[in-house]
């Protein structure tokens, strides 16, 4: 098809746009390898497979603006398939007898048909979406501080983006409908090009050639122009999201941290200062990155006007890194990449990184970042040195002391370790209902729930100390290494193989954060042992009055559902008892935040338009509900208080109190 001048060109072109790109993507290379730690290529093999299914499937986009996610499939198919499209095109213009025989050709021919109409449709979809009506969701509010460069920059790239697209695709489909018009007649294995090709009547062979020629350079030689700018573009994440996939560290829960050791002499790193700090995976995640915005339409911060936005964070490190060279700059995070008002507004509920269809993880980064201003520059909210002195002294946030402990116990028997030495559960009752007043009422009411079960347990009582969760969370890896070993220690010494939690935020550190430290242990929530209890028929339950039986609304807590995929268990078990869950809006892994999580349980929250916790009860008064189930004593803290503050009342009840109203005798739970 090409004349020998032709050829040669392409040639020549190619190999100086494949020399541009290569520099390029060279640059991206040192750049994340200079980051901290090692990738394990190992996982990539393991994982391939999956990966492949799931990125084919556009799995994780779809979980969120269905119609949108479906126009950007079209394009991201027609990405996948152009690739062998664009193979067989340059084949054709070297060799013009080469044809794809057979049938095997004919659905070539309609896979590429239907495959450009597809993708126009989407681009031009989302063009007018991004450019005409252009939605609050898809940009950051004025006061959200993004890289001087991103506001105008990111607009620009999209632009340049969906010319290349529109310019490479209708070029090569318009290319698809002269040939047919060259044959005289429609191709019935290409209905949409032979549509178009009705748009060429009496146009003569010469010009129908030379159309296809014209049509040749503008679908290939974009290709060649646009791959220079490639590593560049957003669009790099077509490349870095399966990396993402393939070789992110594995996680046991996508809110456990990363691992220090605090005893190793030659450590001197803590947490992330400067962007030289970032771990490769977290330099990955700004390439990754496609400016979706889906991270921050779920942050419970952002949402509720305070400075933070998950995707600024990605975005602003893309632009940073793209402003320098091929080394990473000594740029420090704060000021450069994020506020520091920002972040110390995140609550650690992971909805960012659970929503992110790149795998990204925006939350790693501001907890890392906490880390340094902790411990490197002693820079943390005044509000937490309560806290933090409470763990310090008396192993809790609240600073009571060890002997007041089991004051929560009283008149009910409860067994402690040292007395029952080998219980068949252990129950760590954490620091909230052992010291919290509302929260002590759970306490007492699992203890009366494990009591008419006949559930042979014991509790650590005075040896028990805090998880130093909210320590870890706001930064202050030294006090939460000190208390992991000596719980670890602890727990080991009494072989506690099988432990239940009323506390998400314990049943995490244990199960998630302290085999790091050697501890390994299987970790219950009280709503997982109490529907086994049911199950097993071992606690009899009254059912509930038909008046009340949809008056309850379940809020499931961030580190229990999201970050433990503790979903089922606590609806099951309010079934049991006669309940009928009216769901709110975001349940489940799309949970809305109470606000207490990050350590935010012990300050106020950062300058915003509205109270996290209110966003939440109003979406709970808004199912009709008369009371609010909880399963965790920070939410339960939260919600109530947000209950309180409110003209309009609504009960809010841990799980297990719930149940305990349910147990005969008991006093009939109040609608």
Known sequence: MLSLPEKITFILATLASLAATGLGVRRLARLIGAGYGNPDWRLARKRLGQVVGRLLAFQPVFRFRFWTSLFHAFVGWGFVYYISVNLFDLIHAYDGEFFIPGVAGDVCRLLADVVSVAVLIGMAFLIVRRFIVRPSHLSTRGSTFLHPKARRGIRRDSAIVAGFILAHVGARFT???????????????????????????????????????????????????????????????????????????????????????LNDPTLERFGVSTMQDLGWEQLMDAYACIMCYRCQEVCPAYQTGKLLSPAALEINKRYLLNSVGSALPVTPMIEAVILQEAIWACTACAACVDICPVGDEPMRDILDIRRALSLMENAFPKQLEAAFRGMERAANPWGVPASERMR?????????????????????????????????????????????????????????????????????????????????????????????????????????????????????????????????????????????????????????????????????????????????????????????????????????????????????????????????????????DAANSGSQQMDVMDLAEIVASRLPGATTLSG
């Open 175 to 261: 290319s698809a409908s002269l040939a047919v018009a060259a044959v005289g007649h429609a191709d019935g294995w290409q209905p949409f090009a032979s549509v178009l090709a009705g748009r060429w009547p009496g146009a003569q062979p010469e010009t129908l050639v030379l159309g296809q020629h014209i049509a040749f350079w503008l679908a290939l030689g974009s290709v060649l122009l646009f791959l220079p700018y490639f590593p560049y573009s957003k669009h790099v994440h077509l490349f870095f999201a399966p990396l993402n996939y393939l070789l992110k560290p594995p996680r046991r829960s996508m809110g456990e941290m990363s691992f220090q050791d």
């Open 408 to 640: 929560w116990a009283e008149g009910l028997p409860v067994p402690t370790i040292g007395q029952n030495p080998h219980p068949e559960v252990l129950w760590w009752v954490g620091c909230a209902p052992a010291t919290e007043i509302r929260a002590r009422r759970t306490a007492r009411a699992f203890a009366q729930i494990l009591d008419a079960a006949g559930v042979d347990y014991a509790v650590l009582g005075q040896d028990e100390q805090c998880t130093g969760d909210a320590a870890r969370r706001a930064g202050r890896e030294d006090i939460f290494f000190t208390l992991a070993r000596a719980n670890v220690d602890r727990l080991d010494a009494v072989r506690a193989h099988r432990i239940v939690t009323t506390c998400p935020h314990c049943l995490h550190v244990l199960k998630n954060e302290y085999p790091a430290f050697g501890g390994h242990y299987q970790v219950l929530h009280h709503s997982q042992l109490i529907l086994e209890l049911i199950q097993l028929g071992k606690l009899g339950l009254d059912t509930l009055d038909e008046g009340i039986l949809d008056k309850v609304t379940y809020h499931d807590p961030c580190y229990l559902g999201r970050q433990n995929g503790i979903i089922d268990a606590p609806r099951r078990m309010l079934a049991a008892t006669g309940v009928i869950v009216n769901e709110m809006p975001h349940h489940g892994m799309t949970s809305f935040c109470c606000g207490a999580g990050g350590a935010q349980m012990w300050r106020e929250e950062e300058h915003g338009t509205q109270r996290i916790s209110a966003v939440r009860l109003a979406e709970a008064r808004a199912t009709g509900a008369a009371t609010l189930a909880v399963a965790c004593p920070f939410c339960l803290a939260m919600l109530s």
